[in-house]
């Protein structure tokens, strides 16, 4: 049996690429519901004509066998998924690509791979499954080291102890959300965490990105999940002890979690795992405005109800998802249970949208269908953006976080320091919206999406032109440069201005003791000491 193959510039695999005739008769529909004026539909660069520079690097007789240097391999671990590494990949632009790729089947493999780049000067750039939309796994280290390998750990991917008693697994960090999942259910198990990118990305990436997955409260980010993690750095194995908590010092766990793979390469952990949900319950609700809707949303995550899913849309997102016609706001509101009912903390989470002026969407043809509409779109969207690129639609996202009693102002100006932008660098067809994807009891993570016409060719500095504007006024607004994208190398300006130097001091600090040779991931988070 043949393995299925990563598309080598955008999301998915190579069987799922439409035809160009199913692709084009997909854009004329999706052109209308969008409502812009789009270009001529490009075809993409095919593989066969891609023009790599050669390998300035061989990997050593002792680690061949784990390692590939083909086309495919290197152009498809060259790029992460954002819209910049989408129309780079589409176009065929792969500036900089990994010398080769290395495939560790076992712990020992990562071992003598990071031993072999401290020695030869070479980058180690941690794989995950290439979903960064940050720049965080391209190989961009710079001309003082000698090359750069991919580390891809895709052949360390089970569930390697399943502790039932207290509801733990162990898994190796390779494994992607659908195959964790496949093989907790043999154990009527679920992990529950589900980010945009599940199908694709994997538990190690998870933690060292501090991905945010499907629990709208409470449980937003995958440390939540994580009892304990084990990494092999390039002088030795960071392990912590499996505790349900601790209170010793600072924590090696949360230390890893967020690290981007600058301090190690990430090969399993301990995480809190439970039956799957027997109680469920989903509504819409229409609000006249989103301001509106935020007041009822910040009600509901201050009444300690802690449902599973809060997410408010506003008017355009709604359309935009087919969750809405564009005349309301919408909050997409659900609650599940492993154990009890929940129409209770429905029922009150409903008395609070009510009190707030919400209105539940009918149920035939409302409510449901909402939902169901936002839960497609939500999974959809990565497979669409690579047709958006196609049609000449530039689409992009930012996020952030803000306490409540900020948000009115911070949404104001935010939407029109973005709307500004856009105006300005793609025209007056460019459109700005708003979610929330996660809610605290003291503040949302406010999420933007971004469509626009684009010029050809000149796609990558439009998208910088608004991307620069939008993350200034971020900053200067005290919010966060990220809620859960990560830093990687496209945040780093202003994630140096957010932290604080000292912190910053700290963190060169503890790279230089675990990682002397500065292999690991290098431009990521820190620029280390060298």
């Given amino acids: 049996m043949i393995a299925r193959r990563r598309k080598h510039w955008g999301w998915g695999f190579e069987d799922q690429q439409p035809s160009p005739g199913e692709a084009r008769a997909s854009a004329a529909a999706l052109a209308a519901h969008l409502e812009l004026a789009v270009a001529d539909f490009e075809d993409p660069v095919a593989l066969e004509a891609l023009d790599l520079a050669a390998p300035r690097i061989v990997p050593p007789a002792s680690l061949a066998a784990i390692c590939l240097d083909d086309v495919h391999a290197r152009a498809s671990h060259a790029l992460g998924k954002s819209y910049v590494d989408i129309v780079s990949g589409f176009r065929g632009h792969f500036e900089q690509t990994p010398d080769f790729v290395a495939r560790p089947r076992e712990e020992t493999d990562v071992e ?46 089970r569930v390697l102890e399943v502790d039932t008693v207290s509801r733990a697994a162990r898994i190796a960090a390779g494994a992607t959300g659908p195959g964790l999942e496949a093989q907790l259910s043999e154990h009527g198990l679920t992990l529950r965490h589900f980010p945009q990118s599940f199908e694709l990305s994997t538990l190690g990436g998870w933690i060292a990105t501090r991905a945010a997955g499907h629990f709208a409260t409470l449980w937003t980010h995958i440390e939540d999940f994580v009892e304990s993690t084990r990494a092999i750095t390039p002088v030795g194995q960071w392990e912590s002890r499996r505790l349900p ?25 301990w995480v809190r795992v439970q039956p799957r949900p027997a109680h469920r319950s989903s509504n819409g609700v229409r609000f006249a405005n989103f301001l509106s809707g935020a007041e009822c949303v910040r009600a509901i995550s201050q009444a300690g109800l802690h449902p599973s899913n809060c997410r408010l849309l506003d008017a355009g997102e709604a359309r935009l998802t087919m969750a809405g016609d564009g005349s309301h706001a919408l909050l997409v509101l659900g609650f599940e249970s492993t154990d009890h009912p929940v129409e209770a903390a429905m029922s009150r989470a409903l008395e609070l949208c009510a009190e707030h002026g919400g209105v539940v969407a009918e149920r035939s043809g409302g409510s449901t269908d909402a939902v169901s509409s936002w839960r497609e779109a939500f999974l959809g969207a990565p497979y669409l953006r690579d047709l958006l690129v196609a049609m000449g639609i530039l689409s992009e996202t930012f996020e952030t976080a803000i306490t409540w009693e900020r948000l009115p102002a911070f949404h104001e100006r935010m939407m029109a320091a973005a709307e500004q932008a856009v105006h300005e660098v793609c025209g007056k067809g460019g459109r700005v919206f708003c979610r929330f994807t996660h809610v605290y009891p003291d503040g949302p993570a406010p999420y933007f999406t971004v469509l626009a016409p684009a010029r050809r060719g000149e796609e990558v500095e439009q998208w910088w032109a608004v991307k620069r504007a939008v ?28 932290r604080p130097e000292p912190f910053a001091a700290a963190l060169r600090g503890a790279k230089a003791a675990v990682d002397p040779a500065a292999i690991m991931n290098p431009g990521v988070l820190i620029d280390p000491l060298r």
Avoid at 117 to 124: F, M
């Fill in 471 to 498: 993350s200034d006024a971020i900053i200067a607004e005290g919010a966060t440069i990220t809620h859960h994208h990560a830093v990687g190398r496209d945040h780093r300006p202003w994630y140096d201005l957010q």
């Fill in 112 to 157: 003598r791979l990071l031993e072999w780049c401290s020695a030869e000067g070479v980058a180690a750039v941690p794989f995950g499954g290439g979903t960064s939309v940050v720049g965080g796994v391209t190989p961009r280290v710079g001309s003082q080291y000698n090359g750069v390998v991919s580390v891809d750990l895709r052949e360390l991917d």
């Fill in 245 to 269: 908590g601790s209170g010793a010092g600072v924590s090696p766990d949360r230390l890893l979690a967020g690290s981007e793979g600058t301090l190690g390469v990430i090969t399993e952990a």
